[in-house]
């Protein structure tokens, strides 16, 4: 089992304002976002970004979809720091969205490979991130996380069955997509409200 926020908190002063302080490479990061931004018309819509790290996905949006209303949260106080000074005009909070309700408002709750990190009770974790999430949005929820049908697996990963979470999915909506189209060890879940 991994401590999170002390292996993101060690790869940030490592790296620094690098995808690597996430735990990805440029590629991946940029296909991720690429993946979530495609939910739904993003353009003019709040959108809380789950997991924020740096802010990294508010660039991304910003330069693809144009004007947003953004809000980041993440339990790392360093990464929320950080991610304040890079955007000191958006709203970044620490919070720990797995064991506590999001503030709702949000058109969209967008969270890229959330819990990705082994933590030994990962799949009940997921469902109560997906939960609240679904929970906190009025449109839909956009979820990026590590596949059992993953052509490779690392160490100290988490990887979760696509079926599995499908389900869960199916007991908060009937409004789902799942894709698994974008990378062999990786796949996106949408929720939407209608």
């Not at 339990?75 to 506590?100: C, G, K, N, W, Y």
């Not at 049908?149 to 160490?155: E, G, I, L, T």
């Not at 894709?179 to 929720?191: C, E, G, I, K, V």
Request: hydrophobic letters at 35%; proline letters at 3%; aromatic letters at 10%.
């Amino acid at each position: 089992m991994v401590d999170i926020r002390r292996f993101f908190e060690s790869r940030l002063r490592k790296y620094g304002d690098s995808p690597r302080s996430l735990d990805w490479s440029e590629q991946g990061q940029l296909r991720r976002f690429e993946v979530l931004s495609e939910i739904g018309n993003l353009r003019g819509r709040h959108v809380l970004d789950v997991g924020c790290g740096l802010g990294h996905l508010y660039d991304f949006l910003r330069d693809r979809v144009g004007e947003i209303h953004y809000t980041g949260l993440d339990m790392s106080p360093r990464m929320i720091h950080e991610a304040r000074r890079r955007h000191p005009d958006l709203s970044f909070q620490v919070h720990d969205a797995a064991t506590t309700l999001l503030p709702h408002g949000a058109d969209f709750v967008l969270a890229s490979g959330l819990m990705n990190l082994e933590i030994g009770q990962n799949e009940a974790a997921m469902e109560r991130l997906l939960r609240n999430c679904y929970s906190a949005c009025r449109e839909g929820v956009g979820v990026t996380m590590l596949s059992r049908w993953a052509d490779r697996f690392d160490r100290n990963r988490h990887y979760y069955d696509p079926v599995q979470i499908l389900r869960m999915a199916r007991r908060l909506t009937r409004w789902v997509v799942l894709r698994h189209d974008y990378m062999p060890h990786d796949f996106a879940l949408y929720l939407y409200k209608r």
